[in-house]
């Protein structure tokens, strides 16, 4: 008797080391996942959209099958979001700057509005962030200086005031910055991308003078 209830108790002991163990390797992925989701779905709660562009954000579907959202199928992780052309209004989250695997950050031709967060100071992979078109408000945040893999800051058609920080001469001489048709004011970094042509200023009329 009691050696066959022994031998009945290996196999349930080996099937629950195998489940946890299998669950322990998954986790670390799927945590990242809904990380991603989690960041994306406070976009959207804080965003107006009447003509429902985002409708496919939706918690009980993988954020890698929502339209404006590519993902890493390798690392199962959000990689790009792309929205173009949308009647979106209310502010960027600041949550998106916990998409931490995003390479791309497009935004433009919608109606968002409010500040640029420093948060996006955090995405460390991304390398082109367009938010051009909208009607943010606000400086444009320092924090972007850390974005050493950035080649495209494209932020023209917009509302923002204030300096352009300093810490952006911080970002690769190869980065395309496009800053035109704001109203910035103040001295014009002189370093890392502002020593190119590829880096457009215009239409900022009180950009060199006081703030
Ligand atoms: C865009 O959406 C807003 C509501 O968020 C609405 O008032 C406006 O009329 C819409 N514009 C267009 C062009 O559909
Ligand atoms: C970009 O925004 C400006 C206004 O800020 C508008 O005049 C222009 O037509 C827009 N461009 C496109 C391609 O939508
Ligand atoms: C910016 O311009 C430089 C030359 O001034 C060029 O080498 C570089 O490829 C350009 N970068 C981009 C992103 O256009
Ligand atoms: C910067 O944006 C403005 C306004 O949209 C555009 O006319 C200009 O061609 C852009 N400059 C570069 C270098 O892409």
Known sequence: MAPNAAVARVPLAVTIFVAVATSMLLAPAEAGLYSDRDALLALRGGLQDPDGALRSWILEVNPCEWTQVTCDRVANRVTEITIGHANLSGPLSPELGKLDQLTKLWISWTNIQGTIPE?????????????????????????????????????????????????????????????????????????????????????????????
């Open 119 to 211: 948060e996006l100071g955090n995405l460390e992979n991304l390398n082109s962030l367009h938010l051009h078109n909208n009607s943010l408000s606000g400086q444009i945040p320092a924090s972007l200086g850390k974005l050493k893999s950035l080649k495209q800051l494209h932020l023209q058609q917009n509302h923002l005031t204030g300096p352009i920080p300093s810490e952006l001469d911080g970002l690769s001489d190869q980065t395309s910055v496009n800053l035109s048709s704001n109203d910035l004011c103040g001295q014009i970094p002189t370093d890392g991308p502002f020593k190119n042509i590829n880096s457009s200023l215009a239409d900022n009329p009180r950009l060199g003078g006081n703030c």
